[in-house]
């Protein structure tokens, strides 16, 4: 749990889902400026970002053409647009147990600020908000940094260390960035965990009561999950394991986990010539490893824990199911293969039981060769089956 003092959460994908309301608006402007636009999907990507940046990205408008068209979606979205909105399931239920808590909560929106004042007072959540603070009507103050940079200074007596940022696209990420403060990227709204994560978000979440336990915690419960996962879960494998493998894209060999694409994972758990494990603590994705059940052992590899979940035995407490489970197939040993210059995660295996049987040289998929070393542990039933 992080005790963030001053909370600052985007609107759009954040608190509330616009899509009908932006895209349609979006669309109405394209019409009125010769531009047929009928899939509103394809307009998604209005979401978040200032219209000044995004006019003249997907459509190529010069700064008159594109004022003309924010001129036409004000209008629309004024009208109507504003109003064709729905707010995520459980945001007003999270707002009220921060500010019970005494947290101070601001809004920090792209969006004009008198827009956010209105949508606020439709859904009738304004009065949990000390200030809402977005963009000027005359294109002034539409930056996402320069959002935060004005908050911050409305607070001088806080430290950054007690703000955070939350956001739905990288614009929230880089703006928190940029300043200075920490950052939470939200996975339910419009922006892509690759998108958040390219951002250097300091959390990704992809619900609101994930989000919930970084910013309030479970009264300090630590509930610890492990289980098998299905193919349909391979993408969160997958992701977990580029965050943590991320650490060694700049070696004198990177890991060819950096390079695997999802579909190997996917196709592997479909046919079954691999199992994945996913650890979730209180809800949220923290860990993950692969393994296969082969002869008498189980083989282990891309054992991966997010960085900012380090330190906390998240390594050891998935090694202990997968030995359980090795033991319930069957197994006698346990096994994986570490690369020899990275003492610290020999070290741990060996404190674990673990003995080196072998030092290689592996091609790696990258075409360089990498020096390895095998390690196998014995195992046997000590204690009841936990799993």
């Given at each position: 749990?992080?005790?963030?003092?001053?909370?600052?959460?985007?609107?759009?994908?954040?608190?509330?889902?616009?899509?009908?309301?932006?895209?349609?608006?979006?669309?109405?402007?394209?019409?009125?400026?010769?531009?047929?636009?009928?899939?509103?999907?394809?307009?998604?990507?209005?979401?978040?970002?200032?219209?000044?940046?995004?006019?003249?990205?997907?459509?190529?408008?010069?700064?008159?053409?594109?004022?003309?068209?924010?001129?036409?979606?004000?209008?629309?979205?004024?009208?109507?647009?504003?109003?064709?909105?729905?707010?995520?399931?459980?945001?007003?239920?999270?707002?009220?147990?921060?500010?019970?808590?005494?947290?101070?909560?601001?809004?920090?929106?792209?969006?004009?600020?008198?827009?956010?004042?209105?949508?606020?007072?439709?859904?009738?959540?304004?009065?949990?908000?000390?200030?809402?603070?977005?963009?000027?009507?005359?294109?002034?103050?539409?930056?996402?940094?320069?959002?935060?940079?004005?908050?911050?200074?409305?607070?001088?007596?806080?430290?950054?260390?007690?703000?955070?940022?939350?956001?739905?696209?990288?614009?929230?990420?880089?703006?928190?960035?940029?300043?200075?403060?920490?950052?939470?990227?939200?996975?339910?709204?419009?922006?892509?965990?690759?998108?958040?994560?390219?951002?250097?978000?300091?959390?990704?979440?992809?619900?609101?009561?994930?989000?919930?336990?970084?910013?309030?915690?479970?009264?300090?419960?630590?509930?610890?999950?492990?289980?098998?996962?299905?193919?349909?879960?391979?993408?969160?494998?997958h992701r977990l394991m580029l965050e943590a493998f991320e650490d060694y894209?700049?070696?004198?060999?990177?890991?060819?986990?950096?390079?695997?694409?999802?579909?190997?994972?996917?196709?592997?758990?479909?046919?079954?010539?691999?199992?994945?494990?996913?650890?979730?603590?209180?809800?949220?994705?923290?860990?993950?490893?692969?393994?296969?059940?082969?002869?008498?052992?189980?083989?282990?590899?891309?054992?991966?824990?997010?960085?900012?979940?380090?330190?906390?035995?998240?390594?050891?407490?998935?090694?202990?199911?997968?030995?359980?489970?090795?033991?319930?197939?069957?197994?006698?040993k346990m096994e994986c293969k570490v690369r020899a210059n990275v003492r610290?995660?020999?070290?741990?295996?060996?404190?674990?039981?673990?003995?080196?049987?072998?030092?290689?040289?592996?091609?790696?998929?990258?075409?360089?060769?990498?020096?390895t070393v095998n390690m196998e542990k014995q195992i046997k039933r000590k204690?009841?089956?936990?799993?």
């Amino acid at each position: 749990m992080c005790k963030y003092e001053v909370i600052l959460f985007d609107l759009d994908g954040t608190i509330s889902d616009p899509k009908e309301g932006i895209t349609k608006s979006v669309q109405y402007a394209l019409q009125k400026l010769g531009k047929e636009e009928p899939d509103l999907d394809k307009l998604e990507r209005f979401i978040g970002p200032p219209l000044q940046e995004s006019f003249p990205k997907y459509y190529g408008y010069n700064e008159e053409i594109t004022n003309q068209a924010i001129a036409l979606y004000r209008k629309r979205f004024s009208q109507s647009g504003m109003f064709e909105n729905e707010l995520y399931p459980s945001i007003s239920m999270l707002l009220d147990l921060l500010q019970k808590e005494g947290r101070i909560l601001i809004v920090a929106t792209s969006k004009p600020t008198i827009f956010a004042e209105t949508i606020l007072k439709y859904f009738q959540i304004e009065q949990y908000f000390t200030q809402i603070i977005g963009s000027n009507l005359d294109g002034t103050r539409t930056s996402k940094t320069e959002i935060i940079q004005y908050i911050v200074e409305l607070y001088p007596s806080y430290q950054l260390s007690d703000f955070v940022m939350i956001g739905d696209r990288e614009h929230d990420i880089i703006g928190a960035k940029n300043v200075g403060i920490d950052s939470i990227g939200v996975t339910y709204g419009y922006g892509s965990y690759e998108e958040l994560h390219k951002a250097n978000a300091s959390y990704i979440v992809e619900s609101i009561d994930q989000l919930t336990d970084i910013l309030i915690g479970r009264k300090n419960e630590r509930k610890q999950q492990i289980n098998l996962v299905t193919e349909d879960e391979a993408p969160l494998v997958h992701r977990l394991m580029l965050e943590a493998f991320e650490d060694y894209r700049y070696v004198e060999v990177p890991s060819s986990a950096l390079n695997e694409p999802i579909d190997k994972l996917t196709d592997a758990l479909k046919n079954g010539t691999e199992q994945a494990i996913l650890y979730r603590l209180n809800a949220i994705p923290l860990g993950s490893s692969r393994l296969q059940l082969k002869g008498d052992s189980l083989y282990f590899s891309r054992l991966s824990v997010t960085p900012s979940a380090r330190g906390k035995g998240i390594a050891q407490e998935m090694l202990a199911w997968m030995e359980e489970y090795a033991l319930l197939n069957g197994k006698q040993k346990m096994e994986c293969k570490v690369r020899a210059n990275v003492r610290k995660n020999i070290s741990l295996y060996e404190k674990l039981g673990f003995i080196i049987t072998k030092e290689e040289e592996a091609n790696n998929p990258n075409g360089k060769l990498v020096k390895t070393v095998n390690m196998e542990k014995q195992i046997k039933r000590k204690t009841p089956s936990t799993i």
